[in-house]
């Protein structure tokens, strides 16, 4: 199976499951790559000791192994956002009559997302008359192709 079928396989695995799944493999990647370790523990410290320092951002039970969980979770959803054309049906959209007021204007629009998952779904959330480019970078070796993605590519 290539990697672009095993990801359209993994987006219709219930959330649950994957969510569960991507926690056991975030934890074996940790594990297993002494220079994500290194990486992600510098993170990792940097974020607690700037939310320990946040009295408004309490910290409950912080623990560099169920973040590493989290991260493999994250990573396990990513399927559903690319490919499961049930995610856009499972979504509440509000507000997109400011977007197109916005949009009709001819001005353009900055959209800022907080995390990875929030521009993939409002692409995929936007009618297809309403290109919404995204400016990152190129990925040099993509592992997967537009087709899932749903992305009109940025090239300037």
Not at 52 to 69: D, G, I, L, W
Request: charged fraction near 15%.
């Amino acid at each position: 199976m290539s990697l672009e079928g095993f990801i359209k396989w993994a987006s219709f695995l219930p959330l649950g499951l994957a969510r569960a799944l991507g926690s056991l493999l975030g934890i074996l990647t940790w594990l297993s790559s002494g220079k994500y370790r290194r990486r992600f523990r510098e993170n990792w410290l940097l974020a607690r000791a700037h939310f320990k320092a946040s009295p408004e951002h309490p910290v409950k039970n912080p623990s560099m192994v169920r973040a590493v969980a989290q991260a493999g979770c994250l990573a396990a959803e990513l399927p559903a956002i690319w490919c499961n054309p049930q995610t856009v049906d499972r979504m509440t959209i509000e507000g997109w009559d400011l977007v197109q007021a916005l949009l009709s204007k001819g001005q353009g629009l900055i959209v800022l997302t907080p995390h990875l998952g929030a521009f993939e779904l409002g692409a995929r959330a936007s009618p297809s008359d309403t290109p919404l480019p995204c400016s990152i970078g190129p990925h040099p070796r993509p592992p997967w192709k537009a087709s899932c993605s749903g992305f009109v590519p940025q090239t300037s």
